[in-house]
């Protein structure tokens, strides 16, 4: 027995054999269940997300356009930046520490050190009646779709540098404006060449390029209803269809000229008329519009997250 002490203490001092660690420390190393619903302030109405960078989501309201800042490992948050009482719609981050937000009908957008909430610049995007819609960052550029006028709205991002202003991008081509919301969630193509758009109210599918010239993405019988937020990763795209509380899963070419739908997902417990979607991980988080209630100051709303398809 005495040997045998010996030769296991040697054998520690060697390093060859790795003490068992308690159980306690065991369960501390594993890794943190994320929960799946975030609860937001009564009243906020929410619309547009952004995550990142870490495990952070910024979550705009449509009531005011404050920004709620929430921790994606515990689910708490609090305000960030109070809003000038329009809307704060589609939401980007970049990595300057910058939130891109989209002002719906104030016509403008904004942008937001996601440190402090300040304000860094302002822009008038349109005057009379607008619905600044979404946002996405490309590598030179900050595009905004208006869901009520055929135009896209650019903000050029050389070299990182905030514009004076931004340029006005007429639309033309396939994706003909009609009645209700039209242009609404932008993400870029597969090969970065060209952007996406989803038309709400037909369900169309567009390829927009720089110039503003589009075409109908062939989706083989197929469209997107009530499309939303967009979000690509790779080549799958990524559709929310808020009022069927659905996520569509796209599969398309390099070239976003034709895709097709390879399923729909839906979460009935989790899903209230979600809008838009961010990711973070192996997840996606929507914020639960609720467009189909009434809202008042004490309507609840919250931001849940799905596995990703």
Request: glycine fraction near 12%.
């Amino acid at each position: 027995m005495t040997m045998r002490r010996h030769v296991i203490s040697a054998l520690l001092t060697a390093g060859l054999i790795v003490p068992a660690a308690p159980a306690a420390a065991a369960a501390e190393s594993r890794p943190a269940v994320f929960p799946a619903t975030i609860r937001l302030p009564d009243g906020f109405r929410p619309e547009g997300i952004a995550t990142g960078p870490g495990p952070v989501a910024y979550i705009g309201s449509m009531a005011d356009g404050s920004i709620y800042r929430a921790d994606l490992r515990t689910g708490r948050g609090a305000i960030l930046a109070r809003g000038p009482g329009t809307p704060a719609l589609g939401l980007k981050t970049d990595g300057h520490g910058r939130l891109f937000v989209a002002g719906g009908t104030g016509g403008d957008a904004r942008v937001l050190d996601v440190r402090t909430g300040r304000v860094l610049a302002s822009y008038r995007l349109a005057t009379g009646p607008t619905f600044v819609n979404d946002v996405v960052l490309t590598r030179d550029a900050a595009w905004f779709t208006d869901s009520t006028d055929p135009v896209l709205y650019k903000l050029p991002l050389h070299g990182g540098r905030l514009p004076a202003g931004a340029l006005r991008i007429p639309l033309t081509g396939d994706l003909v404006y009609g009645s209700g919301f039209n242009a609404n969630g932008i993400t870029p193509t597969p090969d970065g060449r060209a952007l996406l758009v989803v038309q709400s109210n037909t369900g169309g599918l567009f390829r927009v390029e720089p110039s503003g010239e589009t075409r109908r993405v062939e989706l083989h019988g197929e469209s997107l209803p009530e499309g939303d937020g967009l979000l690509l990763r790779g080549r799958t795209l990524y559709a929310v269809q808020n009022r069927l509380n659905t996520v569509a899963v796209l599969r398309l070419n390099a070239a976003g000229t034709e895709g097709r739908v390879v399923r729909r997902v839906g979460h009935p417990r989790l899903f209230d008329v979600p809008s838009t979607m961010a990711a973070f991980g192996s997840r996606l988080y929507l914020p639960n519009a609720r467009f189909t209630t009434t809202p008042t100051p004490s309507t609840s709303y919250t931001a849940v997250a799905v596995p990703r398809p």
